[in-house]
């Protein structure tokens, strides 16, 4: 699905309106390459996994033993190829995370879940603190 995404970003590059900018194919060649380097560096990067508690009022716990637990906040958006969770620490109330989760990164089962739970909003007493 990264891939898809990069090389649709990069085709949108080729795609602009010939002759609209001063030096056209130099910025089109710079920001394919950008692009490109960028992808690269994606595939590059371990993946992070892991297994992760989550209850049904958007509690966050990664089973780990060394992370603090998370809140997931309102912030959090589904898709249906694509979930955006926003995770604010329980603890610290400034630091927070953002995962993208694509929807065959986990069992059908575990991604109806998690939308469910996203879905629900849980307006957190964490935020704004």
Partial sequence: MLIALYVLLIGSVWCWQPHVLPWQTVWQL????????????????????????????????????????????????????????????????????YLCIFRDAVSVADYRRLCRILSLGHPSSLEGN
């Fill in 30 to 97: 710079l920001l394919a390459a950008l692009l490109g380097l960028m992808l690269y560096r994606q595939l590059r990067k371990p993946q992070p996994t892991g297994v992760v508690n989550l209850s049904e009022d958007g509690k966050w716990q990664w089973l780990d033993g060394q992370s603090s637990p998370m809140q997931v906040t309102a912030d959090s958006r589904v898709t249906a190829w694509l979930l955006f969770v926003s995770l604010q620490d329980a603890l610290d109330h400034r630091q927070r995370q």
